[in-house]
């Protein structure tokens, strides 16, 4: 993936506050149409709002740790282009381990990606997080039973690896796309 220009990125701030303004607006029309809403919106948008206060800062520091720490040819040993289906299964376990919600891998993934690690393998290293938890798998043996846990997580492992390395094909080929467009500019 390439890096993005200052202009893309502004191009970018701006895309990300018209998002914020239309879905602002959105969310006063609706509370002056629905004016008994109003309460419950709010307490719910407090808790999630306060519940992202107390987490992000924690993971931008372990972030920034992880960002000069960890050197960018260990990430792509084990997970970059070469790593084959180790580094998707490795993706998966790295996933599979935390706890926590989800908006927390995105960061993670995004310096991943920034180190030099596979499309393939953060799409699996965020599926794993939504669909993987060992806590998770503990729960649903204990409820469910062995061969369900075991042939839902045979099939989701599957499907993560299906979809990932799909992603990643759709990605290098809308990127080369992409670049072949710009050349013949």
């Not at 706890?99 to 180190?115: D, H, M, R, S, W």
Request: aromatic share 10%; proline share 4%; with cysteine.
């Amino acid at each position: 993936m390439k890096k993005m220009s200052k202009k893309q990125q502004k191009k970018g701030l701006v895309k990300d506050m018209l998002f914020l303004g239309i879905t602002l607006a959105i969310a006063v029309v609706l509370l002056l149409m629905f004016p008994e809403k109003r309460e419950p919106v709010i307490s719910s948008s407090r808790g999630f709002f306060m519940e992202m206060i107390l987490i992000l800062p924690a993971v931008m520091i372990l972030m920034g740790l992880f960002a000069v720490f960890v050197p960018n040819d260990v990430i792509v040993k084990y997970l970059g282009r070469s790593s084959g289906i180790k580094g998707i299964f490795l993706a998966i376990l790295m996933g599979a381990f935390p706890t926590g919600p989800l908006y927390v891998a995105f960061p993670i993934a995004a310096t991943l990606l920034k180190k030099g690690a596979r499309i393939s393998n953060i799409i699996a290293f965020l599926s794993a997080w939504a669909c993987i938890k060992i806590p998770q798998e503990l729960v649903e043996l204990q409820f469910l039973g062995l061969k369900f846990m075991i042939t839902r997580l045979l099939l989701t492992v599957v499907f993560v690896v299906i979809m990932g390395i799909a992603i990643e094909q759709i990605v290098l080929w809308s990127e080369k796309k992409n670049n072949k467009h710009e050349q013949t500019l």
